[in-house]
């Protein structure tokens, strides 16, 4: 573990009187002066907090930069974002000089006047700056970086990390997240930036109407197929920006049936229903389930707070809801679009972390299937003609012809068309699994993600992984395969496989398990899946062993 610093050095606090010296805002300002003024007093937790702020910036993970709301250089503040900013413009006067730049928002802390920064700055630097007009999904985002032809989008968002963070995304001109080396090349610039309050700033820019999202939406909208539009929906967007814009997508579509849960419908930065604002997060959907039973929905949706992510919930034949895992809302989605696209050779993907079904999946449609490195800014540069794309956290891509990120907006409306067709032949999503299920085989899938507040203790155990690897899980031998494009550890053996590699968007060491078995005939559906289960389970239990800070 990394010792943390008692006593104030003459560096970190001539760094810090140079940061507050550059600072433009005076809350923050004064935030990190009396915070260094106790450090100054010999207040021991002051120094070791003064020291994490001002330890290095915020820099590019999977999804762009993320961090709390604190003053200090290594948070998430007007004066990081203007140097941010800058950098950016520096980049991109080398690449698209004098064009068009899209900026969103999210409703988190410090997300309006972060988004006011960004502008001023790019106004400033000679590019034409257009903002969205009120909070909303990054998708919105970055289907208004293609449709305006931009030359690069910014979301400000943290998507579904805790309340107390936010963040900063950006999108280049083919309208998909940032990949290396821009991502590396903007970081040197940022780094080279002066000071906050020497960074020219201009008015701002020109804010766009509503025509913008009324083309999104419409071509959301089309997605929906099938002839049958009743279905019964509960939503709920968890506190963040994608309730009204579901809401309305849907009922273009046609879906008027639709319920969202009136303690998680408005924006609300404090989150205060849920303890982090993920879906995937044990507790964050139980009122939207509860919805979804007291209203007999037939189907129940629930965003992250900038939806682009989309869970799906159902009701099983016992009666009670649940949600779907992420892989079995990609492989249900993908092989509903694979039925009815019609482009030719089409090719759909996943990352190496999520299920394998997709693949046997793609096989039987005729369609190509591609595996990526973790993150949407693969995923949508896997290959021409992308149909589709999926990763288990959640993300689907319905609609890469004009959203190329992941898209839960679009997602919903596809999963209401899917669960209206189904349901005018009497079935239900499980049935529709059960039917993959009995023609591709099983894959049951799981993860073991351990959250760090130590980011020191992340990596000792990743560390440790590697040197030391188990020879055997859940009773079956594997093999440990180093996966360096990934910088992740696979964990092999017979119908059993673990990947383990460090968040790029959150604290956490991921371990995402799969337990696979060939089809079984449909009177021993029911007893193979629960002895994968039973599998999964024993492998859970030792991944989260190997996981554990002794």
Request: proline share 6%; glycine share 8%; with cysteine.
């Amino acid at each position: 573990m990394q010792q943390k610093p008692t006593r104030l050095t003459t560096q970190l606090r001539d760094t810090t009187f140079r940061w507050i010296a550059d600072d433009v805002d005076d809350e923050t300002r004064a935030e990190l002066q009396d915070l260094l003024a106790r450090a100054m007093t010999g207040d021991s937790d002051a120094v070791a907090e003064l020291d994490d702020r001002m330890s290095g910036t915020p820099t590019f993970g999977t999804a762009g930069l993320r961090g709390p709301v604190r003053a200090g250089s290594n948070g998430m503040n007007t004066a990081v974002v203007i140097r941010t900013t800058a950098g950016l413009a520096d980049w991109l006067a080398h690449t698209h000089p004098g064009g068009t730049v899209v900026i969103g928002r999210d409703a988190r802390h410090g997300s309006e006047r972060f988004a006011s920064a960004t502008a001023e700055v790019l106004d400033g630097a000679g590019f034409d700056v257009r903002v969205l007009p009120r909070p909303l999904p990054t998708p919105v985002l970055a289907y208004a970086t293609l449709a305006l032809g931009a030359c690069a989008g910014v979301q400000i968002t943290a998507s579904h990390n805790p309340p107390a963070d936010n963040g900063y995304k950006v999108f280049d001109h083919t309208g998909i997240q940032i990949i290396p080396p821009a991502d590396t090349e903007i970081e040197q610039r940022i780094a080279a930036a002066p000071g906050a309050v020497s960074v020219p700033r201009g008015r701002g820019a020109r804010t766009l109407g509503d025509d913008v999202l009324r083309g999104y939406l419409d071509r959301v909208a089309a997605l929906a197929r099938s002839e049958n539009r009743d279905v019964r929906i509960a939503i709920t967007p968890l506190h963040g920006v994608g309730g009204d814009v579901v809401v309305e997508a849907l009922h273009t579509a046609g879906f008027t049936d639709v319920h969202l849960v009136e303690q998680q419908a408005e924006p609300d930065p404090d989150f205060p229903t849920v303890t982090f604002p993920n879906p995937e997060e044990e507790g964050a959907t139980d009122l939207l389930l509860q919805l979804a039973a007291d209203i007999d929905a037939d189907l129940a949706i629930a965003l992250d707070p900038d939806a682009d992510r989309c869970a799906l919930g159902t009701r099983t034949s016992d009666g009670t809801w649940r949600m779907l895992h992420g892989d079995e809302t990609g492989v249900l989605l993908g092989d509903r679009l694979l039925a009815r696209t019609d482009v030719p050779d089409p090719l759909v993907a996943t990352t190496l972390v999520s299920s394998s079904l997709l693949d046997r999946i793609a096989a039987a449609h005729g369609a190509r299937h591609a595996r990526t490195l973790t993150g949407f800014k693969w995923l949508m540069r896997a290959g021409e003609r992308l149909v589709y794309a999926y990763e288990e956290a959640l993300g689907v891509c319905v609609n890469p012809d004009f959203v190329k990120d992941k898209d839960g907006i679009a997602a919903a409306v596809f999963a209401a068309d899917v669960v209206a067709e189904a349901k005018s032949r009497g079935r239900t999503l499980l049935d529709l699994l059960d039917e993959l299920t009995l023609r591709h085989g099983i894959s049951v899938t799981g993860q073991v993600a351990p959250r760090f507040a130590d980011l020191a203790e992340r990596a000792t155990v990743m560390e440790r992984l590697r040197s030391q690897p188990p020879d055997r899980l859940a009773g079956v031998a594997v093999t440990a395969e180093e996966l360096p494009e990934a910088d992740a550890l696979k964990l092999s053996g017979d119908r059993v496989r673990v990947i383990v590699r460090l968040s790029g968007t959150e604290p956490k060491v991921k371990a995402y398990l799969e337990v696979t078995a060939p089809a079984p005939p449909p009177e021993r559906l029911t007893e193979t899946r629960r002895a994968a289960r039973e599998t999964l389970d024993r492998l859970r239990d030792d991944v989260s062993r190997l996981l554990t800070v002794p």
